[in-house]
């Protein structure tokens, strides 16, 4: 399924700190897809992975949210399924 993988903490780190810039971004696909590489870069580490989780709150969040208000409900609801995916495993 993935082609790359950190060859350690450091490299994993340097990864994951370049692409926190784009959690702010104002396309959804660009932090969802942000969002599936924290996930799955960190899911054999609890630790990392709890932290990451308490990171990824606010953008999908401020995401879902950004939705509703501009009434793009479709956007809203795809969010909430990814949360909803997320809060599963």
């Known amino acids: 399924?993935?082609?790359?993988?950190p060859k350690d903490e450091d490299q994993?780190?340097?990864i994951l700190?370049?692409?926190?810039d784009k959690l702010k971004h104002s396309c959804a696909a660009i932090v969802?897809?942000?969002?599936?590489?924290?996930i799955n870069f960190t899911k054999d580490n609890d630790f990392i992975?709890?932290?990451v989780l308490?990171?990824?709150?606010?953008?999908?969040?401020?995401?879902?949210?950004?939705?509703e208000i501009?009434?793009?409900y479709e956007m809203s609801y795809i969010i909430l399924?990814?949360?909803?995916?997320?809060?599963?495993?």
């Open 49 to 51: 992975y709890q932290q």
């Open 70 to 72: 501009s009434g793009n």
């Open 12 to 14: 994993l780190f340097d």
């Open 54 to 67: 308490k990171r990824l709150k606010d953008p999908l969040i401020t995401l879902m949210t950004s939705g």
């Open 1 to 5: 399924m993935w082609k790359f993988i």
């Open 81 to 89: 399924s990814h949360i909803y995916i997320i809060i599963l495993k």
């Open 32 to 38: 969802l897809a942000c969002t599936k590489v924290f």
């Open 17 to 20: 700190n370049i692409l926190e």
